[in-house]
Nanobody
Framework: QVQLVESGGGLVQAGGSLTLSCAPS????????MGWFRQAPGKEREFVAS????????YYSDSVKGRFTLSRDDAKNSVNLHMNGLEPEDTAVYYC??????????????????WGQGTQVTVSS
């Protein structure tokens, strides 16, 4: 069982930046492929970004490509989502997710077994 603890959400003006962090409870987080999703009110959960260990590859949705960056902090055993150029359309609850590591790049919520509690990001215009 893996518990995911997210932090870093908040309120920011359009054009601003935020960094979200996700710290898996188990120190062997390299066993898990990591992903970020978001859900806005009245909308379905949406893929944002994911990292695949076996391919050493980071994958982004078209809506955030070029603005968001997913990174690992091995010293802190965490995965971070750096969000720049935020827009009101980015307002959502952001979720960190983990899946048992394999060769598949995962962009669907059903591919992830473990989820964080979510952190609110609000972008004002």
């Amino acid at each position: 069982q893996v518990q995911l603890v997210e932090s870093g959400g908040g309120l920011v003006q359009a054009g601003g930046s935020l960094t979200l962090s996700c710290a898996p409870s188990r120190r062997t987080f390299s066993r898990y492929d990591m992903g970020w999703f978001r859900q806005a009110p009245g909308k379905e959960r949406e893929f944002v970004a994911s990292f695949n260990w076996d391919r050493d590859f980071t994958y982004y949705s078209d809506s955030v490509k070029g603005r968001f960056t997913l990174s690992r902090d091995d010293a802190k055993n965490s995965v971070n989502l750096h969000m720049n150029g935020l827009e009101p359309e980015d307002t959502a609850v952001y979720y960190c997710a983990a899946a048992v590591r394999d060769y598949k790049i995962k962009a669907l919520s059903q591919e992830y077994e473990y989820w964080g509690q979510g952190t609110q990001v609000t972008v004002s215009s």
